[in-house]
């Protein structure tokens, strides 16, 4: 027996993938929970693999492979995203099982041969192209920019399985390989966090995507992602509600206020205005910056409808947690929000209008006038704070 076993999930299609518990970081996106990464065996006539896994963990995929059948009698490879942590180990896998074709989008093909300078043949599949190979049929759905250019979904019409690769994934490490196995809590966090931190950006893909799918009359009894735990039954319908209310940036009466501190006067002011919100019954979340993660910001923006930003000066500069927030936020341009800024300074004050600009690119309709405190805040300054909020919540209320 091997130290890794195949997990069989339909009648014909096994995962053998990879568990990894250690991942803290992905590319900026703390992953607090590890992740998998999911590959797939389809088991007919001729075996085909969906996906393979990160570099470092051919040997598990191989010996869950190996497991159910011996790997070279693998004759297809279908690679639906060439991120590396997909394709880091295709080389080597191809190398083992010397299948007789590896399919690929358009956009794959060129991705592939880019990132390994391959010099086998990859065959290009076209979108809503059907292919059956020995006795299983597939056919294929593009997803450019779901996240990547090269993106593409594999459906597999024998057992009803959509092979759908960061499409509707999360990272979260378990050994429990379908949703209902796992705490709710965790995974609806876990993949409002995914959706937050990597698919925002492309939004309009996925409402377009959403769209989409009716349309092809795809009998899905599985959605089989390359991270995190596979959908079935009602939660199909869960996960596919919540991408397309994720892509709309549906709000509710929600405010973050996200903000860093030298002295203790900047973290004030935001309990001030927090409590300001609060009394006009708006959900706040107070994220102190020192210790928060950017990628939780961003998940609890993902269904708020307020965006607060405070700061004090730092050389001339805004602190520079702020500053590494606002960066990553606006490069994942989430929308719809009502908000300010607030900051607090010894002598110069440049935090003020640099917090202005930040807001100003990413999008938030400004209220009122932004609150700049010398130094350490008065009762009547705490007061104007709080009476800031009142304004907020007052236009997001007037908004929803």
């Known amino acids: 027996?091997?130290?890794?076993?195949?997990?069989?999930?339909?009648?014909?299609?096994?995962?053998?993938?990879?568990?990894?518990?250690?991942?803290?970081n992905f590319h900026g996106y703390a992953t607090t929970r590890g992740t998998t990464y999911n590959a797939y065996l389809i088991m007919g006539a001729e075996p085909i693999l969906i996906d393979t896994v990160k570099a470092p963990f051919y040997h598990e995929m191989m010996e869950r492979i190996a497991s159910v059948v011996a790997p070279e009698k693998i004759r297809y490879i279908v690679s639906n995203h060439a991120e590396l942590d997909h394709s880091g180990s295709l080389p080597q896998t191809i190398n083992a099982i010397k299948p007789e074709k590896i399919f690929a989008s358009k956009a794959g093909v060129q991705a592939l041969?880019?990132?390994?300078?391959?010099?086998?043949?990859?065959?290009?599949?076209?979108?809503?192209?059907?292919?059956?190979?020995g006795d299983m049929k597939l056919k294929f759905l593009e997803t450019k920019m779901l996240h990547w250019p090269d993106s593409m979904f594999t459906y597999c019409v024998n057992d009803k399985i959509l092979f759908s690769q960061d499409g509707f994934g999360m990272h979260l490490a378990t050994t429990d390989l379908f949703v209902e196995q796992n705490d709710f809590g965790v995974v609806s966090y876990e993949a409002a966090k995914?959706?937050?931190n990597i698919l925002l950006p492309y939004s309009s893909?996925?409402?377009?995507?959403?769209?989409?799918?009716?349309?092809?009359?795809?009998?899905?009894?599985?959605?089989a992602p390359d991270h995190g735990p596979l959908w079935r039954g009602e939660k199909i319908q869960w996960i596919m509600d919540s991408w397309k209310r994720w892509a709309k940036q549906d709000y509710y009466a929600k405010a973050v206020i996200a903000y860093d501190t030298m002295w203790g006067s900047t973290a004030t002011m935001a309990s001030a205005i927090a409590d300001g919100l609060m009394s006009e019954n708006i959900s706040v979340k107070v994220m102190n910056l020192t210790n928060t993660s950017r990628s939780d910001v961003i998940t609890e923006m993902l269904d708020a409808g307020a965006f607060l930003v405070g700061s004090p000066t730092l050389n001339q500069e805004i602190f520079p947690t702020v500053a590494d927030n606002l960066c990553y936020i606006r490069g994942l341009k989430p929308k719809n929000f009502v908000g300010q800024v607030f900051s607090s300074y010894g002598w110069g004050g440049e935090a003020q209008n640099i917090l202005t600009n930040e807001l100003q690119k990413i999008g938030v309709e400004l209220v009122g006038d932004g609150i700049k405190i010398k130094y350490v805040p008065t009762n009547e300054a705490l007061a104007r704070c709080r009476d800031l909020g009142i304004q907020v919540a007052q236009a997001l209320k007037n908004k929803i």
């Open 1 to 24: 027996m091997s130290a890794f076993e195949a997990v069989k999930i339909s009648q014909n299609v096994y995962w053998v993938g990879a568990i990894d518990w250690s991942l803290r």
């Open 205 to 223: 893909f996925v409402t377009r995507l959403i769209e989409k799918l009716p349309a092809l009359n795809l009998d899905l009894q599985i959605i």
């Open 194 to 196: 995914y959706f937050a």
């Open 113 to 133: 041969k880019d990132h390994f300078h391959f010099t086998d043949e990859i065959t290009e599949v076209k979108d809503g192209a059907e292919l059956i190979l």
